[in-house]
């Protein structure tokens, strides 16, 4: 087995690894239960820490400049690091447990001041934009957990389809992944009409794509960081609010936090890249914020600041 800690993109290895995780979780939800896999799942995850040194240093810099920024969290410690790594163990055992239906909506806090969740059956959809912090799949879960809203997650994996046949395979309904390489015609005539047919649209707003995807440096944790502009390209070209959408583990319950964020993405060509970075550094400051609310549930393992710092975790 080769180490994992490689020259690839974070999205070639992400892409990879997370198409072979999704058939290894369905076939333990039909064949094992959570105690049974749970130490099978915490060593492949203790191999990817103990070799994964581009990994450990990239949690070791997020949890510097959190510290750094905010006051608030302690100094990285190797203790600490190998803490995200198993915190991210336990993210993917609780994906077990949706795709089981073992989670309801009686497990989840759902946090909703604008009552966003009873806009999701209104006539025209609109956009969540969300974030790799705590359990994306329990966020996505909103439209198997009796809300039964059509669920389009924007992904850059060309495996869309093989995943959204696994999905299927593991129960989920009424959520469905499409890839966006790029916002062409043919894709924008297609999420156009899904937006008008009801239908609700996810996209993580803290990646950029594998290739040639427009992005924005904008200021994160006290430093500079590339955002992907994806997200407030397409909410102005589709013309739809956009809303915040979050979900971090706290005393053994997920929390999922729903905003208003955009009612409207508006630019002119003349002003198109300052609207577009204005709404980058928005949403990177309420992401920075969330941060502190699940310090150790942040989980990007690659070099999300580019940063050349050579130390080690």
């Not at 059956?121 to 956009?127: D, S, Y």
Request: with cysteine.
């Amino acid at each position: 087995m080769s180490r994992p800690d490689n020259d690839q993109h974070w999205a070639a290895q992400q892409e990879r690894g997370s198409l072979w995780m999704m058939k290894f979780t369905v076939v333990a939800t039909r064949t094992l239960g959570r105690r049974l896999i749970s130490p099978l799942l915490y060593l492949i995850v203790l191999y990817f820490f103990i070799f994964g040194a581009k990994a450990r240093r990239s949690i070791r810099q997020y949890q510097l400049n959190l510290m750094n920024w905010s006051g608030k969290t302690p100094p990285p410690s190797l203790r600490s690091v190998f803490a995200q790594f198993m915190a991210f163990a336990d993210a993917l055992l609780d994906k077990l447990d949706i795709w089981r239906g073992k989670l309801s909506a009686r497990d989840i806090d759902l946090i909703d001041p604008h009552n966003l969740r009873g806009q999701m059956h209104a006539p025209r959809g609109q956009m969540l934009v969300g974030a790799h912090l705590g359990n994306l799949e329990v966020c996505r879960a909103l439209a198997e957990l009796g809300d039964k809203v059509t669920m389009n997650v924007l992904v850059h994996t060309k495996h869309a389809e093989q995943f959204n046949q696994l999905l299927g395979e593991a129960g989920a309904r009424n959520m469905r992944l499409i890839q966006v390489s790029e916002l062409n015609p043919a894709t924008m005539l297609q999420l156009s009409e899904r937006i008008e047919r009801g239908e609700w649209l996810a996209i993580a707003g803290d990646r950029i794509p594998l290739h040639g995807g427009r992005q924005v440096t904008v200021d994160f944790l006290s430093k500079p960081a590339a955002f992907p502009q994806g997200p407030w390209l397409l909410a102005g070209l589709l013309d739809c609010p956009v809303n915040l959408l979050s979900c971090v583990k706290i005393a053994g319950r997920y929390q999922i936090l729903l905003e208003p964020f955009a009612t409207r993405v508006q630019w002119k060509r003349s002003n198109r890249d300052a609207v577009i970075r204005e709404w980058t550094q928005r949403f990177a400051d309420r992401l920075a914020e969330r941060c502190l609310d699940a310090p150790q549930q942040w989980f990007n393992f690659y070099p999300f600041w580019n940063s050349d710092d050579d130390t080690s975790a």
